[in-house]
C-alpha cells in the first residue's frame, strides 16, 4: 500500500515538472531566446526578444534606422547569423518567408490582393474600383476606351489601351490562346490632373493580423508620393488614347519630388474642402478592402504585410484603386535623382514615418 502511494506521488511530481519545463520552453519561446538562436541575453529578468532584418543595396540598414532604434531600446536583440528563428522577421523585399517568427513580415494568402484578378475578389465595396471584368467574359462595346491589364505583371508592363473591337479581339484570342490572365478595366476619362498631367498615388497600406481573430488595415497618411505621366493630357481625338505617355502614368521622374496633398495644392491652387474630400474618399477606398482571405502561417502569433496601392483620383475627388503591389518601392525610385543629402533626409523621413 505504502508503494502505491509512493508511485502515486511519484507521477505527481513527474507531471508537474512536465508542466513546468513545457511552460519555461514557451517562455524562452515566445519572450524571444529560442534555443534555436543560440544563448539568449537577459534584459530586466526576461529573456530579450530577438530579430532579424534582411539589407541589401536597394533598402540599407539606414532604411530601417528608425525601426531597429525602436526594437533596440525596447531590449530586443538583432541577431546578424543565419538561423531559423527569431521573434520578428521582416524585410520591405518579402524575402523572409522561411524563416520561423512569432511576429513575421508575411502573411498567408498575400497574393490575392497583389494579383489583379484576384484583387476584384477581395472588395468590400467595388464603388471604389473601376469596373473590372476577366478578359475571357468581357463583352466588348466598339469604340469603348478600355484598359486590359495583365494579371502577373507589374511596373506598369502588360498594359494595353484598347480602343478598337478588332484590336480587343486579337489581343483576346492572344491571351486565351497563350492561358494569359488578365482583365479588363474601365478607363477614368475624368481623371484629376496635377501640372496638366495624369498622375496616381502610391500609398503603403499596412494588414496587421493577429491570431485572436483581430485584422486592422490603415496606410502612412505623410509623404504619399504623385507619379505623373510623361506628358500632359490632351485629348483631341480616339487614337490620343494610345499614347501611353500620356495616359499611363508613372513614366516621369524628376529632380522633383511631388508628395500628396502639398505639392497639389500649391501648383494647382485647390481648396481644403476639395483636398479633404479626396482624403475621405481615399480612406473609404482603401478601407474597402477585404481581408478575409489572409491568414497567418502556423508558427505566427501575429503577421503583418505592406503594399503599394496605386489610386487615382477623378475630377470630382472621387478615389479609385488600380492595383496593389507586393513591393512598394516607388519612393525610393522617385527620389533617386534627388541631391545625395536631400535624398537622405526624404528617406529618413520616410520611413520613419512608416515604421512609425
Known amino acids: 500500500m ?18 513546468l519545463a513545457n511552460d519555461f520552453a514557451l517562455n524562452r519561446l515566445y519572450n524571444g531566446g529560442s534555443t534555436k538562436v543560440g544563448n539568449p541575453q537577459r534584459v530586466k529578468g ?22 531597429i532604434n525602436k526594437l ?16 520578428f522577421a521582416f524585410s520591405l523585399l518579402n524575402n523572409n518567408r522561411n524563416i520561423e517568427a512569432d511576429l513575421k513580415y508575411s502573411i498567408n494568402g498575400f497574393k490575392q490582393l497583389v494579383e489583379k484578378d484576384l484583387l476584384i475578389k477581395n472588395m468590400k465595396n467595388l464603388k471604389y474600383m473601376p469596373h473590372k471584368e476577366d478578359i475571357k467574359d468581357y463583352k466588348y462595346i466598339d469604340g469603348k476606351i478600355i484598359i486590359i491589364k495583365e494579371a502577373l505583371v507589374d511596373k506598369q508592363n502588360g498594359i494595353h489601351i484598347i480602343v478598337d473591337k478588332n484590336e480587343f479581339i486579337k489581343l483576346k484570342n492572344k491571351f486565351i490562346s497563350e492561358n494569359i490572365r488578365a482583365i479588363c478595366s474601365t ?3 475624368n481623371p484629376l490632373l496635377f501640372r496638366g498631367k495624369k498622375f496616381h498615388l502610391r500609398i503603403l497600406i499596412g494588414i496587421f493580423l493577429q491570431k485572436n481573430g483581430h485584422s486592422k488595415i490603415t496606410y ?9 505621366a510623361k506628358l500632359p493630357f490632351v485629348i483631341k481625338s480616339k487614337e490620343d488614347y494610345l ?5 499611363i502614368s508613372c513614366g516621369a521622374i524628376t529632380n522633383e519630388i511631388a508628395i500628396w496633398p502639398e505639392s497639389f495644392q500649391k501648383y494647382e491652387n485647390t481648396s481644403d474642402l476639395f483636398i479633404k474630400k479626396c482624403n475621405t474618399s481615399i480612406h473609404d477606398a482603401i478601407h474597402s478592402i477585404s481581408l478575409k482571405n489572409l491568414s497567418l502561417y502556423d508558427e505566427q502569433n501575429a503577421g503583418l504585410f505592406m503594399y ?12 479609385w484603386i488600380l492595383e496593389l503591389n507586393e513591393r512598394p518601392g516607388f519612393f525610393n525610385a522617385a527620389i533617386k535623382n534627388l541631391p545625395k543629402n536631400e535624398k537622405n533626409k526624404c528617406i529618413s523621413d520616410f520611413y520613419s514615418e512608416l515604421f512609425k
Open 220 to 228: 502612412i497618411k505623410k509623404y504619399i508620393p504623385i507619379a505623373t
Open 187 to 189: 478607363y477614368i476619362n
Open 72 to 87: 533596440n531600446s525596447l531590449g530586443w536583440k538583432e541577431i546578424t547569423h543565419k538561423t531559423n528563428y527569431v521573434d
Open 2 to 19: 505504502v508503494l502505491y502511494i509512493i508511485f502515486f506521488i511519484l507521477v505527481i511530481l513527474l507531471a508537474l515538472l512536465l508542466i
Open 308 to 319: 503599394g496601392a496605386d489610386l487615382i483620383l477623378d475630377n470630382t475627388g472621387h478615389a
Open 243 to 247: 499614347d501611353k505617355d500620356m495616359n
Open 46 to 67: 526576461q529573456y530579450a526578444r530577438t530579430y532579424k532584418i534582411f539589407y541589401n543595396n536597394e533598402y540599407t540598414r539606414e532604411t530601417y534606422q528608425y525601426l
